[in-house]
């Protein structure tokens, strides 16, 4: 495989045939973002639940010494404690809810959503609540992205999911922290474009970002260890169902005024189950492109 680091985000068709589906490992990165993702994505593949995030200094991950070195200004050191400080805050939020996924909750707090939302509503970033992000669309409230994250993972190890819906991209980053392969479909031309933009200074090596139909899945990348829904259907497409892989699990939100969160898994060639989780609200589930 060619050593040169490719720039972001790759196009599909350079990860659609033999060697391309291999999991890149992303350089080090003096930044505090990467230096927890490596240590989330250490816990993924050694199968290694991290504990729930507690509301006290959680144990600093290995580079984040460096990421703080003295020599970065005074104001820019403050603004980050505290950015970071809410995300805690946030997370122990999360698991208050019923979240006990300690690698979910890691990605979580891995990841900042302050730099996915329009700078208006930065003071919001972190309650929990969706918020607009434009084309009549929302980023997802936090305790719903870690309980549908949750839900597809099941305890289990993923190694490619797709997602349908990237919206403003941040659903996506945290899913990068708990699979190897993310896979992400957007209908809307301008927020495809958004996302690559939130996306693109995180430098994720191992997500891949495509303009299209969601409702159409990824049959060339297919089958997937996971699919997560980020709009709601009266049901979910037979394509999805098909592009799953058998034993794994689907989370959708299915309905129109009333909605709940629906878990699909895969049991056989034609054969799924569901189980209907929690009530919730979501943007509805079109198709073709815009």
């Known amino acids: 495989m ?49 504990p729930p995030a507690a509301p006290g200094p959680a144990p600093r991950p290995p580079g984040y010494a460096q990421a703080h070195a003295p020599s970065a200004p005074v104001a820019q050191r403050s603004e980050l404690m505290a950015s970071e400080a809410v995300r805690r805050a946030m997370v122990g939020r999360v698991a208050r809810q019923g979240v006990k996924d300690g690698i979910v909750l890691a990605a979580m707090e891995a990841v900042p959503r302050h730099l996915f939302i329009e700078p208006a509503l930065s003071a919001q970033a972190y309650i929990d609540a969706s918020l607009p992000i434009g084309h009549n669309q929302t980023i997802s409230q936090p305790y719903i992205v870690a309980r549908m994250i949750e839900a597809m993972r099941a305890g289990g190890q ?37 996302a690559k933009t939130n996306l693109r200074p995180m430098r994720i090596s191992n997500l891949r970002l495509q303009y ?19 709009a709601a259907g009266l049901e979910v497409p037979r394509a999805l169902l098909e592009q799953l892989a058998i ?44």
């Open 158 to 194: 993923l190694g490619r999911v797709l997602e349908i819906g990237t919206g403003c991209g941040y659903q996506a980053a945290v899913l990068s922290f708990v699979a190897r392969e993310v896979y992400s479909i957007e209908r809307i031309k301008p927020l495809h474009e958004l």
């Open 2 to 50: 060619n050593d040169k680091r490719s720039t972001f985000p790759l196009p599909l068709s350079s990860v659609t045939g033999g060697d391309a589906r291999k999991p890149r490992v992303p350089a080090p990165v003096a930044t505090p973002q990467t230096a927890t993702r490596n240590a989330a994505h250490t816990a993924v593949n050694k199968g290694v639940a991290l």
């Open 247 to 290: 034993g794994a699990h689907l989370v959708a939100p299915v309905g129109a005024q009333v909605q709940h969160l629906e878990r699909i898994t895969r049991i056989g060639k034609s054969e799924w189950t569901s189980e209907t989780l929690e009530a919730c609200h979501f943007v509805p589930l079109r198709p073709g492109t815009v």
């Open 212 to 230: 299209g139909d969601g409702m159409l899945g990824l049959p060339q990348v297919a089958p997937f260890d996971g699919i997560i829904l980020a």
